[in-house]
């Protein structure tokens, strides 16, 4: 890149902007009709060189800058070069022309920019409950001092001039909208864009609930609940039943007899059996039952079965 080059010959500065580490040409504008003796280039009102013109031969130049010595140059019609430049080139420059009725100055401002480079943007995306996908993008170059003016475009008519922004997206009611962060200065330019649709769709893996799995587990968990349910019940009915057969009546009563007595009376015990145990055991005197039971004998003699009628006087 050669530079800019510029002329003025007015009163009021040029603004010329200048890319560090390249150079630049300031020109100046010499009056018309009027012929030059010497030129005096100025750096923030102080001379920095001084050029003799001649009207044949070489004109005569003297650096009163040394610092700027080796960085400054200058063409046949006397415009200054300054090369390699430096963010300490910054400042008013000045051409002062001497002609031989008057004296003419051009006045610039030169600024020193970096060019852009290294364009990042960030972003924080989240899901909320109504699944609205909330983006927060943050846009930065290198340097920061570089910058003139950092914004998104939006749209062809909507831009936000600020770095970060801040963006609802919903597959339900958003298309697919691409923001573009573009940071600017007067020596360049870079941009950068992202996709709202794109950004969301990581994201929906990631953070969206997945109910399916509710849906699978939740039946088999009370089909497990029932069916143990109904399982406990069958054995529980099982065992009351199997309880209450072995254990039989309540009361099985086994007679014993002892004797007849001469006046008709059968003397007999009633025992209760061990619930624990299948045979019966003769229970103790306390625990026995006596029954009287007294046999009316007809005038034929028949055979007198005492255990018989104790029996049918127990039932």
Known sequence: MPGNAVSQSSSTPLIVNGVLGESVTLHPKFPAKETVEAITWLYNGKSITFIKASGTGSPL?????PKRRERM?????????????TMADTGSYGAQITTETSTFLSTYILKIFRQLRNMQVTNDTQLSENRTCKIHLTCSVENPNDIVSLRWQVSENTSVCEPNLTIFWTPENSSEQSYTCIAENPVSNLSFSVSAQRL???????????????????????IVIIVSFLIWRKR???????????????FTRNVEYSSVSPEN???????HPNKDMEIPRRMKNDDSVTIYSTVNHSKESKPIYPRATALDNVM
């Open 61 to 65: 130049i003297q650096v009163t800058d």
């Open 73 to 85: 140059n200058f063409t046949q019609s006397y415009s200054l070069q300054l090369s390699n430049l």
């Open 200 to 222: 969301c769709e990581g994201v929906k893996i990631n953070k969206l609930p997945d109910t399916r799995w509710i849906m699978i587990v939740v039946p088999v968990i009370c």
């Open 236 to 250: 529980r009915g099982s065992l009351h039943l199997s309880t209450q057969q072995t254990q039989g009546p309540e």
């Open 265 to 271: 009376t059968v003397y007999a015990w009633v025992t």
